[in-house]
């Protein structure tokens, strides 16, 4: 049972918008920076939104992160196929004294 | 980037030490990271080492079991594992900071491939 929860899975069709959440707690996500990971099958995460809402040059604008209270949350828009992976966020505890990871969220272009 | 190496198979209660060599940037700058992913998906940090050495940090599922260090002059990470359980089965991986300290603005900017670690009971 991870310490953020994510949906399992999100799909949508070429060109759609969808959203993962990043749901945490006041030890976490309610006071850290959030950051996702996008993990393409067979290869290593690659951060692709750091402190909340900043992207690493070479990703493209429409990945963008949030954060509300103790939920963060990553969008994509224009979907692409390109955009087929599990995405996980990932933020620094305060009360574990750990960094903890969501579970993953599987995004899948129909 | 940084390569993993060191995965195989080992009987539980068994010990495995885990290599990695990191290459295009100043290692010695930077704080490094082990972070595994269970057979499930699931990411886990594992443990972190600062630049110099001085601050190691464990998750709990592996305090007094494993242990962290790097040889700067060689620009390599370790991560020594004793007690081997078959919930330590996982890809794991080598993760550079973007800080060279255990900070909350710090984050995982670079990934290895990962080695994989099979615990058989």
């Known amino acids: 049972q991870s310490v953020l929860t994510q949906p399992p899975s999100v799909s949508g069709t070429p060109g759609q918008r969808v959203t993962i959440s990043c749901s945490g707690s006041s030890s976490n996500v309610g006071s850290n920076n959030v950051n996702w990971y996008q993990q393409l099958p067979g290869t290593a995460p690659k951060v692709v939104i750091y402190n909340n809402n900043r992207r690493p040059s070479g990703v493209p604008d429409r990945l963008t992160g949030s954060k509300s209270g103790t939920t963060a949350s990553l969008a994509i828009s224009g979907l692409q196929s390109d955009d087929e992976a599990t995405y996980s966020c990932?933020?620094?505890?305060?009360?574990?004294?750990?960094?903890?990871f969501g579970g993953g969220t599987k995004v899948t272009v129909l | 980037q940084v390569v993993e190496s060191g995965g195989a198979v080992v009987q539980s209660g068994g010990s495995l030490k885990l290599s990695c060599v990191a290459s295009g940037f100043t290692f010695d700058d930077f704080g490094m990271h082990w972070v595994r992913q269970s057979p499930g998906g699931t990411l886990e940090w594992v443990s972190f080492?600062?630049?110099?050495?001085?601050?190691?940090y464990y998750a709990d599922s592996v305090k007094g079991r494993f242990t962290v260090s790097r040889d700067n002059s060689k620009t390599s990470l370790f991560l020594q594992m004793n007690s081997l359980r078959a919930e330590d089965t996982a890809l794991y991986f080598c993760?550079?900071?973007?800080?060279?300290?255990?900070?909350?603005?710090?984050?995982?900017?670079?990934w290895g491939r990962g080695t994989t670690v099979t615990v058989a009971s």
């Open positions: 993760v550079k900071d973007i800080k060279a300290q255990l900070v909350r603005a710090g984050y995982m900017d670079v």
């Open positions: 990932a933020v620094w505890d305060d009360s574990l004294f750990a960094w903890v």
């Open positions: 080492i600062s630049w110099d050495g001085e601050g190691v």
